[in-house]
């Protein structure tokens, strides 16, 4: 759409959102097309003012379509960033903690039938006191 197609003092909506009214333009600024015109003039506030309600409703619209897109792509990053946050934190925690309690389910298996030995113990308090002393006993490692 060209700015010679419309008629001059008709308010149009342009692709930013801004209204534009063409003024008589000279003979080189009328060849150049809607887009290119609206950046070289820019509406004054006597303008705005002589706006019909039909020409509200519209800004009110593609104002409304914009809020929509805004939203839309609000919505689409935080899906993104969600979906982030599954596959780098959630996917790895868990599956860190499933193969742990696999493999010792696994290693206990494989240790009582390669090793069938049945552990009993008979004074809980002795056992309780032998594990302290080698805790205590140990060296302690050195970072």
């Given at each position: ?8 003092g008709?308010?149009?909506e ?24 609206s ?32 939203a ?44 069938p ?27």
């Amino acid at each position: 759409m060209s700015a010679d197609s419309t008629p001059t003092g008709t308010p149009m909506e342009t692709p930013e959102g801004s209204v534009y009214t063409p003024s008589q333009m000279s003979s080189s600024i009328s060849n150049l097309s809607f887009s290119q015109a609206s950046f070289l003039e820019q509406p004054t506030p006597s303008h705005a003012s002589t706006l019909s309600d039909d020409n509200i409703s519209l800004t009110s619209s593609l104002s409304t379509d914009t809020d929509d897109d805004e939203a839309e792509a609000e919505w689409q990053e935080s899906l993104q960033q969600l979906n982030l946050l599954v596959s780098l934190v959630v996917i790895p925690f868990f599956g860190k903690w499933v193969g742990r309690r696999c493999a010792y389910w696994v290693w206990t298996r494989y240790m009582t039938w390669k090793y069938p030995v049945d552990i009993v113990i008979t004074n809980r308090k002795a056992f309780n006191a032998a594990g302290v002393v080698g805790v205590l006993s140990s060296p302690s490692p050195t970072l």
